[in-house]
């Protein structure tokens, strides 16, 4: 119910921008919607410890991430490719692969390529593959993307559109490592970045994990699925 309310007070946003334009001609200043913060209004009062408002204030998000798919005039099946999925690291220095996310570093970063067809073949034509490229990544790269936090129109800024083909090439050269001539074997290419991530889920700065993955944010540390107020439950998807 809640997906479904956010879904149609965007639609109605956009529908009331798309009219004031037309009648004025002068395009809309952004919307609450173009900002990467995502709230849920609750009809009712309740009482939250101070110990728990600490802790999710406290709280920072997870990285988010990028996904390089591609669709291979190619059969790696055929050319006996073993892996459904294959994990690059770079070195065995896990927090220094940790860092190099967090700077959004694609050369020292971890990069998981995941061969669809490996398990289906039928996700692609005969005589062709699926494999998707994925690896954390920060939402603050390059001024967020390139936008310098305004997500109103960024799927047409020119900047964020440069930073998503500089990393996506980034991350085939390395996949290229394991997969030699991936990229000229690619007939359709789409990259996703942390930014497309907040536009389809909306949520918080795209992030993949909810609250940030760190050692003191683990097991029994972790904020709960349980809050203070009865039948209101955290998840994500």
């Known amino acids: 119910a809640v997906g479904f309310d956010l879904y149609t007070r965007l639609l109605a946003e956009a529908v009331n921008q798309r009219k004031a334009h037309a009648e004025s001609g002068v395009s809309p200043a952004p919307s609450p919607a173009a900002t990467p913060e995502t709230t849920v209004q609750l009809p009712l009062?309740?009482?939250?410890?101070?110990?728990?408002?600490?802790?999710?204030?406290?709280?920072?998000?997870?990285?988010s991430s990028v996904v390089v798919y591609l669709?291979?005039?190619?059969?790696?099946?055929?050319?006996?490719?073993?892996?459904?999925?294959?994990?690059?690291?770079?070195?065995?220095?896990?927090?220094?692969?940790?860092?190099?996310?967090l700077r959004g570093d694609v050369a020292r970063n971890s990069i998981f390529i995941t061969h669809y067809t490996q398990h289906d073949p039928g996700a692609a034509p005969e005589g062709c593959s699926v494999v998707s490229l994925f690896l954390?990544?920060?939402?603050?790269?390059e001024d967020t993307w390139g936008t310098g936090g305004n997500l109103e129109g960024y799927s047409t800024n020119e900047r964020y559109l440069e930073l998503k083909r500089r990393v996506g090439d980034a991350v085939i050269a390395r996949a290229e490592e394991a997969l030699p001539g991936l990229r000229q074997a690619a007939v359709h290419l789409e990259v996703a970045?942390?930014?497309?991530?907040?536009r389809y889920s909306r949520n918080t700065e795209g992030a993949i994990y909810g609250s940030d993955q760190t050692m003191e944010n683990t097991?029994?540390?972790?904020?709960?699925?349980?809050?203070?107020?009865?039948?209101l439950f955290l998840t994500w998807a």
């Open 219 to 231: 097991y029994a540390a972790r904020l709960s699925e349980l809050t203070p107020i009865d039948n």
């Open 136 to 141: 954390s990544a920060p939402w603050g790269y």
């Open 193 to 198: 970045t942390p930014l497309t991530n907040w």
């Open 45 to 63: 009062t309740a009482y939250l410890p101070e110990d728990y408002v600490s802790q999710v204030e406290e709280s920072r998000t997870s990285l």
């Open 71 to 101: 669709g291979l005039e190619r059969d790696l099946r055929a050319e006996g490719w073993p892996h459904h999925e294959l994990l690059l690291m770079p070195s065995y220095d896990i927090e220094g692969q940790y860092q190099a996310a």
